[in-house]
């Protein structure tokens, strides 16, 4: 399971995200991309005794949101650049079809990220 979990989509993800989190996971909702509800079993959230949070930048201070991007470029690019953490990638395709990588998006049966390649 997933140490970390960091949901953009909540809804009906919250009880994927449960299924999918290790022992002892933590799950942050930061945005609604299916919509602020959801009807889940939360059986799962004690027995592995997960930790639900949320947050957005948006209402924050300009000068939080500073300290936490100086904390990402601190603490996280650098497990990036030395490929300690990936991100999944679930298609690669060039520029010129961006109308197709927005219709996976919109059909959001992929699982992980659509790059767009640039000339």
């Given at each position: 399971?997933?140490?970390?979990?960091?949901?953009?989509?909540?809804?009906?993800?919250?009880?994927?995200?449960?299924?999918?989190?290790?022992?002892?996971?933590?799950?942050?909702?930061?945005?609604?991309?299916?919509?602020?509800?959801?009807?889940?079993?939360?059986?799962?959230?004690?027995?592995k005794r997960l930790t639900l949070m949320g947050s957005t930048l948006r209402a924050q201070p300009v000068a939080n949101?500073?300290?936490?991007?100086?904390?990402?470029?601190?603490?996280?690019?650098?497990?990036?650049?030395?490929?300690?953490?990936?991100?999944?990638?679930?298609?690669?395709?060039?520029?010129?079809?961006?109308?197709?990588?927005?219709?996976?998006?919109?059909?959001?049966?992929?699982?992980?990220?659509?790059?767009?390649?640039?000339?």
């Amino acid at each position: 399971g997933a140490d970390v979990i960091l949901d953009m989509v909540a809804g009906d993800y919250v009880s994927r995200n449960f299924k999918a989190a290790a022992m002892e996971g933590r799950i942050l909702i930061i945005a609604f991309l299916n919509g602020p509800k959801a009807e889940t079993n939360f059986t799962p959230l004690l027995l592995k005794r997960l930790t639900l949070m949320g947050s957005t930048l948006r209402a924050q201070p300009v000068a939080n949101k500073g300290a936490i991007a100086g904390k990402l470029r601190q603490q996280v690019w650098p497990l990036f650049e030395n490929g300690t953490i990936k991100p999944v990638i679930y298609q690669t395709l060039p520029m010129n079809e961006a109308r197709a990588a927005h219709d996976i998006l919109r059909g959001g049966a992929h699982v992980g990220k659509v790059v767009l390649e640039v000339p």
